[in-house]
């Protein structure tokens, strides 16, 4: 069993910065791929990123990209998510999710991920 928490949410102003981050428990988390998704008001929660068990290869919704960097220290047991440039409609809430499997590909959808934590609210104000 993982357990998942996240932290590094808050409010932040339009064009601002925030870094989230995610604590992983367990022994095989430099094995795991890791991503971050986001649940807004009223909508489903969608795939924003996620991060191979290496790092060495990261994927990103369109939405994002060239504003979001997803990274990992597995010394740590962390994954991380900067957000640069933030916009009013990046407000949601973020969890981080890991893959059970190990040495997998990357996974972009809910159902790819078999551990998730309890999520950190961010609010960009316009």
């Known amino acids: 069993q993982v357990q998942l928490v996240e932290s590094g949410g808050g409010l932040v102003p339009a064009g601002g910065s925030l870094r989230l981050s995610c604590a992983a428990s367990g022994r095989t988390f430099s094995s795991k791929v890791m991503g971050w998704f986001r649940q807004a008001p009223g909508k489903e929660r969608e795939f924003v990123a996620a991060i191979s068990w290496s790092g060495g290869s990261t994927y990103y919704t369109d939405s994002v990209k060239g504003r979001f960097t997803i990274s990992r220290d597995n010394a740590k047991n962390t994954v991380y998510l900067q957000k640069n440039s933030l916009k009013p409609e990046d407000t949601a809430v973020y969890y981080c999710?890991?893959?059970?499997?190990?040495?997998?590909?990357?996974?972009?959808?809910?159902?790819?991920?078999?551990?998730w934590g309890r999520g950190t609210q961010v609010t960009v104000s316009s």
């Open positions: 999710a890991a893959k059970k499997t190990l040495y997998a590909i990357l996974a972009v959808t809910e159902r790819d991920y078999d551990y």
